[in-house]
């Protein structure tokens, strides 16, 4: 054991293919060998100790190679994936069962992994370590780990971590700093696990991927926030790369949008606006990434009230006065904008638009934008409408506008969607002055079927007095208007999109 020591402690002064690494692969694949081929069975614990053994020494020959030397140079690389994954869930089930509590669960799993004064009792550290090495050889290295089980075993323990009591130690720097070492070695894995499908579908065949929705959704006690802001981490990565039929079936059964949504609306007692708004990104990060695929996901959160809860925390959110509240409701807006380009289905103008008595010779309708910047979800598009004639500081209204303009100039063609529910026909009272910014730089304007049309400006049923209220002014390939003679308040501020030309 002496010289095994020697090598692993030596420094290493020299390129990754040195004489000290060959040494030291070639003295892994001889103690693998002499694990896998033995004269006389091995006991499970005799298994274990010689595994622990080729630990450090495999981080030391592989940490700094390129991962796709991994099978190249060490043949045996996907057995002994297999057996260090199977050795962790092993462990991780023996401190978790028959526990009296999650806490003690918790609290047993991270003394296990964190790393210790020596390297004979960091066993748990350099075995997660040895895992997330493995983890970055690509999907034939991270297929055996995901078959024994190991993604489905981190979420286990990180959805326990939620549990962990406060630190109350004199060296609290000191285990705080452990810690959140351990948190970014276990999310790391879990965001390299999860960047193949297979790690999505095993979670969601343990039914483990129910835990991170709820993860994400639910309070924790502040000293754990870490823990629910990697859990969104693990979900975002799930979201880019494994979103697979069977995943997407399994969260629309499981009710997990749902469930979410339930969670922020009910279980807001001791959350941070900001950690809402975070929420809110983590499931637009769903309906954005699944949209291109399905429309179940959008159709799912459409269901379970996501639009209408929305509309009530922005509301909830101009009651307040803080800074952080102000913050958070220019966020959330913006979410609002990215949500309408979340949608299946590229939207056309229905008959309604191109039997319109007004036709301009030669007019085309725009082509979209593509994905990403079409205007594809018209109820999240409602919400700001909804917001908007429901708000009552000025504030709010000029953040939906802008977030309006910007809608706008990405994406011409929405002037000719969304009849018959005619989004910006909007008549505001007690919004205050508009500036020169609402009148000038949103460039639209409608040609209506009839001048009644505009009846609403005044708040009057005579259309001669709205017509005597605002002029027209053709400016290029867009109209502009002006609004003369508004009275106190009164902004008239876009027109019914099922006349709007460009």
Known sequence: MQPLKKLINRPSRRPTHSQDNELGLMHLRKLYVELCCTAQPLSQQEQEDKMYMMLPLFCKVFEGSPAT????RFGDVLQFATQVSRLFVTEIRRRATDKPSTKDAACAIIKYLEVQASEENSKGWMLLSTLNLLASGGPSIVQPMT?????????????????????????????????????????????????????????????????????????????????????????????????????????????????????????????????????????????????????????????????????????????MTTEESKHSMRHLMFLMASLTSCGFRELRPNSAVLEAPFQLPGFTFPVPSGKGQSVRNLQAFQVLQTVFLKARTEQLCKVILEVINNIYIRQRQLFCLGTPSHHFTIHRPNVGEASPHTEDDLGIIGVCRGEAKLCTLQGTDQPELATESWEVCFHGSYAKKKIENRGQNNIMVLMDIVDLVL
């Not at 030397?69 to 190249?72: L, N, R, S, Y």
């Open 69 to 72: 030397e991994m099978i190249g």
């Open 147 to 319: 078959i024994a089980a190991l993604p489905s075993t981190l979420v286990k323990c990180l959805y326990l971590f939620f549990d962990l009591p406060e630190i109350d130690s004199p060296n609290k720097d000191a285990i705080e700093n452990k810690q959140k070492e351990l948190h970014r070695v276990i999310i790391q894995l879990l965001k390299r696990l999860c960047q193949y499908p297979a790690s999505a579908e095993e979670l969601a065949k343990e039914d483990d991927l129910n835990l991170l929705f709820s993860a994400i959704s639910s309070w924790c006690p502040t000293h754990n926030i870490q823990w629910r802001k990697g859990a969104a981490d693990v979900l975002t990565t799930i979201s880019r790369h494994g979103l697979t039929e069977e995943v997407v079936q399994y969260v629309h059964r499981k009710g997990c949008l749902s469930a979410c949504i339930w969670n922020m609306n009910h279980r807001v007692q001791g959350l941070t606006i900001m950690e809402i708004v975070e929420m809110c990104f983590t499931v637009y990060s769903l309906l954005k990434d699944s949209s291109d695929k399905t429309a179940i996901l959008v159709d799912d959160f459409r269901t379970s009230e996501g639009y209408v809860f929305l509309t009530d925390f922005a509301l909830k959110l101009e009651e």
